[in-house]
T-cell receptor, first 116, second 113 residues
Framework: AQKVTQAQTEISVVEKEDVTLDCVYE???????LFWYKQPPSGELVFLIR??????QNEISGRYSWNFQKSTSSFNFTITASQVVDSAVYFC?????????????FGSGTKLNVKP | DAGITQSPRHKVTETGTPVTLRCHQT?????MYWYRQDPGHGLRLIHY???????DKGEVSDGYSVSRSKTEDFLLTLESATSSQTSVYFC????????????FGPGTRLTVL
């Protein structure tokens, strides 16, 4: 069965602190895809990153970085020098192959509060 | 931004009434999805479609039906709305090829009194 766990329900930090959002997944598929989405207070869902199971390279995009570790089934998201505009709910998602092809499974989300 | 619209954006209805939500895309994408979002549950898949007239159930499909008669439109129907169906509903699409990125519509806030 496909499952995504975001154990951190809510995190509060002060601006300029670094923060890591955890994502642990379960799948039996050998080919799968992992995603992160951001949902700001306005409510829309914004795509941040897509990673396939064969690419374990970490990725950095500005203040955002992602650490994919197959050995621990984790795909963690770090925001460096957080800003108030980073306040949002962040979702991790998983999609697979075979029966799970193009089916997406979401974690319950982590609400990040960045205080000035 | 992916061309996805949802209508209505907000709706208040009464228990027992039928409700239809519409998702419209201009991307000609094959796959379309309906999710509901509730506090503490993230996004849960209701139904999805992999082509015109091809649909399948998701994890929370009870009480919902869908139809897709055209590539661009995916309708979600609550035959007899209940208060437990009060939620925010999101439509999403993915591209033509292999597992592609999923893009979301703006959401519909439904309140069932």
């Amino acid at each position: 069965a496909q499952k995504v766990t975001q154990a951190q329900t809510e995190i509060s930090v002060v601006e300029k602190e670094d923060v890591t959002l955890d994502c642990v997944y379960e799948t039996r598929d050998t080919t799968y895809y992992l995603f992160w989405y951001k949902q700001p207070p306005s409510g829309e869902l914004v795509f941040l990153i897509r990673r396939n199971s064969f690419d374990e390279q970490n990725e950095i995009s500005g203040r955002y970085s992602w650490n994919f570790q197959k050995s621990t089934s984790s795909f963690n998201f770090t925001i460096t020098a957080s800003q108030v505009v980073d306040s949002a709910v962040y979702f991790c998602a998983l999609s697979g192959s075979g029966y799970n092809f193009n089916k997406f499974y979401f974690g319950s989300g982590t609400k990040l509060n960045v205080k000035p | 931004d992916a061309g996805i619209t949802q209508s209505p954006r907000h709706k208040v209805t009464e228990t027992g009434t039928p409700v239809t939500l519409r998702c419209h895309q201009t991307e000609n994408h094959r796959y379309m999805y309906w999710y509901r979002q509730d506090p503490g549950h993230g996004l849960r898949l209701i139904h999805y479609s992999y082509g015109v007239k091809d649909t399948d159930k998701g994890e929370v499909s009870d009480g919902y039906s869908v139809s897709r008669s055209k590539t661009e439109d995916f309708l979600l129907t609550l035959e007899s709305a209940t208060s437990s169906q009060t939620s925010v509903y999101f439509c999403a699409i993915t591209g033509q090829g292999g597992t592609d990125t999923q893009y979301f519509g703006p959401g519909t806030r439904l309140t069932v009194l």
